[in-house]
């Protein structure tokens, strides 16, 4: 079953604006990563955020992890065409090792 | 570092026929794991492996699938007869444990 559950499925935004994507999850979690996806290409690390941590930053990325709520969000400021792709979240519980990844999240910045 | 290397990077194969996908990790990762991904299931977990050992293979769908990593530096996953259905694109990644993986360019197989 999946664990990460994104919202929204698909966002469409213009260059320039900022892109706010969400995740949820179900049990409880050691850290959660942020990963991307172009269309035909394997997936490539954005961050990661452990269960003790409620914000971190990385360039343009800028991830909260709420863990009373069990939900994170992933926010890229002023996008670019380039950011277009398919964003995933995934979660890695006390067990360590795995991780369950949610659906993800499609992306298209228009120029 | 050439990253994860998969191959083949298509495989287009007839139902019953065995396939076989291959995957060199990134040197000193010694986490390996298999992945499939369909649109209707999105990026499955199938396998793992730390230190060369297979650490939790529940999300092999059946029998037909198969994975081993006789060294640190090569892994193989079979399907043997494969089905349409097992069409996806199969993606292979490593880590050195410190919880980021690095993904390979993915395998996309096509069974008729």
């Known amino acids: 079953s999946q664990q990460g559950e994104e919202d929204p499925q698909a966002l469409s935004i213009q260059e320039g604006e900022n892109a706010t994507m969400n995740c949820s999850y179900k049990?409880?979690?050691?850290?959660l990563q942020w990963y991307r996806q172009n269309s035909g290409r394997g997936l490539v690390h954005l961050i990661l955020i452990r269960s003790n941590e409620r914000e971190k930053h990385s360039g343009r990325l800028r991830v909260t992890l709420d863990t009373s709520k069990k939900s994170s969000s992933l926010l890229i400021t002023a996008s670019r065409a380039a950011d277009t792709a398919s964003y995933f979240c995934a979660t890695e519980n006390n067990q360590g090792g795995k991780l369950i990844f949610g659906q993800g999240t499609e992306l298209s910045v228009k120029p | 570092d050439a990253g994860v290397i998969q191959s083949p990077r298509h495989e287009v194969t007839e139902m019953g026929q065995e396939v076989t996908l291959r995957c060199k990790p990134i040197?000193?990762?010694?986490?390996l794991f298999w992945y499939r991904q369909t649109m209707m299931r999105g990026l499955e977990l199938l396998i793992y492996f730390n230190n060369n050992v297979p650490i939790d293979d529940s999300g092999m769908p059946e029998d037909r699938f198969s994975a081993k990593m006789p060294n640190a530096s090569f892994s193989n996953l079979k399907i043997q007869p494969s089905e349409p259905r097992d069409s996806a694109v199969y993606f292979c990644?490593?880590?050195?444990?410190?919880?980021?993986?690095?993904f390979g360019p993915g395998t996309r197989l096509t069974v008729l």
């Open positions: 990644a490593s880590s050195a444990g410190d919880s980021q993986q690095f």
């Open positions: 049990t409880s979690i050691n850290n």
């Open positions: 040197s000193g990762h010694d986490y």
